[in-house]
Nanobody, 127 residues
């Protein structure tokens, strides 16, 4: 089970930290990712991190503002979002993918590559 939290209403320029706790599975076996879906738009990739946390990949639209991390001891993946903009408003989903250690992390860009999805957490950024 993947449980995301940390969303909420914020002002433009604010920061939020989303967390995804994974239970019932061996967390370190999964590459983790975050996606988002705005109203009327398709779900889009935001960020991904490798099983051990040494490799990350962030979408160009959020590069320099968002960062992904994980704590394998706490079964948690995080998305630190700084400098939020109204266009970041969306439901954010955490995602997990089974894969070998050396899996190219960009593989997680494709939503159909994901094995498990969490329920979303709403982020609303007002100007």
């Amino acid at each position: 089970q993947l449980q995301a939290s940390g969303g909420g209403p914020v002002q433009a320029g604010d920061s939020l930290r989303l967390s995804c706790v994974v239970s019932g599975r061996t967390f370190s076996n999964y590459h983790m990712g975050w996606f988002r879906q705005a109203p009327g738009k398709e779900r889009e990739f935001v960020a991904a991190i490798s099983r051990g946390g040494s490799r990350t990949h962030v979408a160009d639209s959020v590069k320099g503002r968002f960062a992904i991390s994980r704590d394998n001891a706490k079964n948690t993946a995080n998305l630190q979002m700084n400098g939020l903009k109204p266009e970041d408003t969306a439901v954010y989903y955490c995602a997990a993918k089974v894969g070998i250690q050396s899996l190219p992390i960009a593989t997680l860009e494709a939503s159909d590559a994901i094995n498990y999805w969490g329920k979303g957490t709403q982020v609303t950024v007002s100007s």
